[in-house]
């Protein structure tokens, strides 16, 4: 597509429940990239993935965070037992090549998340 | 490890008035620099980056940013500011072996009339 594309763009959800986040990165672009970005913060990374390569989870913040990128394209970030400190604007962002910090990423609109 | 400060949380400048944006780094190498600018509702879009060469680069919309590798500073400028310049401002950093890019907390620009 022209951009990055994320659904939903607002999600509410109540404490304990799973969430499933969406990301459409744009054609061809091999690297995507999961930020989190709370109230008042700069941005967290999550999760990167490089073509087939292993992801890079080191900034998954605890067990109940999972990521998965199928046919090296769209990209589903899974929340399990949400918790009132989830309650975030999750980004997502792809580019061309990787694996140097040269990267030029564009970035999706977000997805709010809002735990009760 | 990197790390990316932005001290002003706030900035309130007039339209017209002239505006620059800190930015201070802390990484070893040279690292790839860029400034990121985010729309009520809307994602990050690319202002500027630096790579290598003139320590001046240009960006989009009129902006443009200094490398001062004595200071460990990539601060953004504009002469001046339009009303549609208010936003949040990200500054990020990367460096080799790392893909990921590492974001100062950002700057809240506010344009009075």
């Known amino acids: 597509g022209a951009g990055v594309s994320q659904s939903p763009s607002n999600k509410v959800t109540e404490k304990g429940k799973d969430v499933e986040l969406r990301c459409d990165p744009i054609?061809?672009?091999?690297?995507l990239y999961w930020y989190r970005q709370s109230l008042g913060q700069g941005l967290e990374f999550l999760i990167y993935f490089q073509g087939n390569s292993a992801p890079d989870k080191s900034g998954l913040p605890s067990d109940r965070f999972s990521a998965e990128r199928t046919g090296g394209s769209v990209s589903t970030l899974t929340i399990q037992r949400t918790q009132q400190e989830d309650s975030a604007v999750y980004l997502c962002a792809s580019s061309t090549g990787g694996g140097t910090g040269a990267n030029v990423l564009t970035f999706g609109a977000g997805s709010r998340l809002t735990v009760l | 490890a990197q790390s990316v400060t932005q001290p002003d949380i706030h900035i309130t400048v007039s339209e017209g008035a002239s505006l620059e944006l800190r930015c201070n780094y802390s990484?070893?190498?040279?690292?790839?620099l860029f400034w990121y600018v985010q729309s009520p509702g809307q994602g990050l879009q690319l202002l500027l980056k630096?790579?290598?060469?003139?320590?001046l680069v240009q960006g989009i919309k009129g902006f443009e940013a200094e490398f001062k590798r004595s200071q460990s500073s990539f601060n953004l400028r504009k002469p001046s500011v339009h009303w549609s310049d208010a936003a949040e401002y990200f500054c990020?950093?990367?460096?080799?072996?790392?893909?990921?890019?590492?974001f100062g907390s950002g700057t809240r620009l506010q344009v009075q009339p």
């Open positions: 630096y790579f290598s060469g003139d320590t």
């Open positions: 990020a950093v990367g460096e080799t072996g790392r893909r990921a890019l590492t």
């Open positions: 990484y070893g190498a040279t690292p790839y």
């Open positions: 054609s061809g672009h091999t690297a």
